[in-house]
């Protein structure tokens, strides 16, 4: 049954262009921007003159166009073109092609990042946790964080840099909704090992950038690891009291820049030793993020260079048995996005 004969159903659509169901629904209730025919007369099939009129109106409404004012502009997708000329109307600007980003400067990247990009732009919150529920349920975790959310995090972020405050709300709205999507992932600490040491993730003093550290956690977490997550900017004194409070079996410092990477502190907690006289041990010490590149910190410092490689060095440090997990620490520490 293809596609121009029989129509594509409102699913398909809604994963094609970026966009929710619910919002092709509510275009179609509120603007009239609906297929042109229904099979049986209720369930809605897209024809191609249909979904080149939502492209339209995806460009036109994340551009900034009002909802009402992009429906009148894009409907005139399916006039033909004597439709168009003899009611006067002005030729139309061209869509962009399918697979665009809205403008965000993504690059050769998977499908799914461009549509995570037009829902981010759109501030599409259904869409957004739609697309990242079904990225990381279809091709894992590893997967889902370095080749989808964290270029369409990259992408963004540049485009913010380079446009002042504009698109600071879609940053924020996009890292929102990866950061849920990331904590439904898992749930860290549950699992065959959840007694043993944890592994304690905390970004360096003066480090914002948490997202890779939440990778990591909902990425030890499948695996049925023990993680005690401190987030941002953890100060020294606060790391050094935690490391000798928990004898950690890991301690993952995040730096994403080398102005935040604190070689002083690695090497302290690294020496930190705890335990019972005559048994004390110390913590591994994992180096991750790019802050931590072209500069040798000590030996026995993990630098891991994705998710990946970080829960392979990880996992490592557990026995089995652990729990099945559906992304493997042998299948890649956290990119560098935040």
Not at 122 to 150: C, F, I, K, Q, Y
Not at 202 to 227: F, I
Request: proline fraction near 8%; hydrophobic fraction near 40%; charged fraction near 20%.
């Amino acid at each position: 049954m293809s596609d121009t004969t029989h129509g594509v159903t409102t699913g398909a659509v809604a994963r094609r262009l970026g966009v929710s169901p619910t919002t092709l629904r509510s275009w179609d209730r509120r603007y009239g921007i609906g297929p042109a025919t229904r099979e049986g007369g209720r369930h809605r099939r897209w024809t191609p003159a249909d979904i080149a009129m939502l492209e339209e109106m995806c460009r036109l409404t994340a551009s900034g166009v009002p909802p009402a004012e992009a429906a009148r502009e894009a409907r005139r997708d399916r006039e033909g073109p004597q439709d168009r000329a003899s009611a006067g109307a002005a030729p139309r600007r061209p869509a962009r092609q399918p697979g665009s980003g809205n403008g965000l400067p993504l690059g050769d990247v998977r499908r799914e990042c461009r549509g995570l990009a037009r829902a981010a732009v759109r501030l599409d919150s259904p869409a957004l946790d739609v697309m990242l529920r079904d990225v990381v349920a279809e091709h894992g975790l590893v997967t889902a964080w370095e080749e989808v959310m964290a270029p369409t995090l990259h992408a963004v972020g540049r485009k913010w840099e380079s446009s002042g405050d504009r698109y600071v709300e879609v940053e924020h709205l996009l890292s929102w909704h990866v950061s849920t999507a990331l904590r439904l992932t898992a749930s860290p600490g549950r699992g065959s090992v959840a007694s043993a040491p944890p592994v304690l993730l905390a970004c360096v003093p003066g480090e914002q950038h948490t997202l890779p550290l939440e990778a990591l956690a909902a990425g030890l977490g499948e695996l049925g690891l023990p993680t005690r997550m401190f987030g941002a900017a953890v100060p020294a004194e606060a790391l050094d009291a935690a490391v000798r409070r928990m004898g950690p079996a890991a301690v993952v410092l995040w730096s994403q820049s080398r102005s935040t990477a604190h070689h002083a502190l690695a090497r302290h907690v690294a020496g930190s030793a705890f335990g019972v006289k005559g048994a004390r041990t110390c913590p591994l010490v994992v180096l991750a993020g790019p802050g931590w590149a072209g500069r040798t910190t000590a030996a026995g410092m993990p630098r891991p260079a994705g998710l990946r490689e970080a829960l392979t060095v990880l996992a490592r440090l557990y026995p089995e048995p652990r729990t099945t997990a559906t992304t493997t620490a042998t299948t890649t520490a956290p990119s560098d996005t935040g």
